[in-house]
C-alpha cells in the first residue's frame, strides 16, 4: 500500500508561482510512476504532468508544458510540481498519483491507470 499526501496549494494571483509537493511512504517510492492530475468543480479529473520512477522521461498536458515542470527526489520519497505563471483557468484540486505496473516506454495519463491517489490540494488563482 502507498501513501500520498500532498501539500503546498492555496491562493495566487495571475502570474503566480506555487510548489506542490507530494511525499509518498509505504513502497520505495523510486519504483513508482508518478503523475499529477486536476480536477475544477464540474469538471472531470485530468492529466498535468508525469515523471517516471528514475525521472528519466517526463509528460506534461498542452494547458501547461512550458509553465509547470514536475520533478522527484527518491532520496527523500518526495515528488514536486513547479507551477509558473499560473492562470485563472489553472484552478482546481490537484492531486497527485502513482503507480508501479508500467513497464512500457509511455508515460500514463488517465487517472484509472494509476493505483494510489492523495487527498488533493487546492490551488486557486485570481485574476
Known amino acids: 500500500q502507498v501513501t500520498l499526501v500532498e501539500s503546498g496549494g492555496g491562493l495566487v494571483q495571475a502570474g503566480g508561482s506555487l510548489r506542490l509537493s507530494c511525499a509518498a511512504s509505504?513502497?520505495?517510492?523510486?519504483?513508482?510512476?508518478m503523475g499529477w492530475f486536476r480536477q475544477a468543480p464540474g469538471k472531470e479529473r485530468e492529466f498535468v504532468a508525469a515523471?517516471?520512477?528514475?525521472?528519466?522521461?517526463?509528460a506534461y498536458a498542452d494547458s501547461v508544458k512550458g509553465r509547470f515542470t514536475i520533478s522527484r527526489d527518491n532520496a527523500k520519497n518526495t515528488g514536486y510540481l513547479q507551477m509558473n505563471n499560473l492562470k485563472p483557468e489553472d484552478t482546481a484540486v490537484y492531486y497527485c498519483?502513482?503507480?508501479?505496473?508500467?513497464?512500457?516506454?509511455?508515460?500514463?495519463?488517465?487517472?484509472?491507470?494509476?493505483?494510489?491517489w492523495g487527498q488533493g490540494t487546492q490551488v486557486t488563482v485570481s485574476s
Open positions: 509505504g513502497r520505495t517510492f523510486s519504483s513508482l510512476d
Open positions: 515523471i517516471r520512477r528514475r525521472a528519466v522521461i517526463t
Open positions: 498519483a502513482a503507480e508501479a505496473s508500467n513497464s512500457g516506454t509511455r508515460l500514463y495519463r488517465a487517472p484509472n491507470e494509476y493505483d494510489y
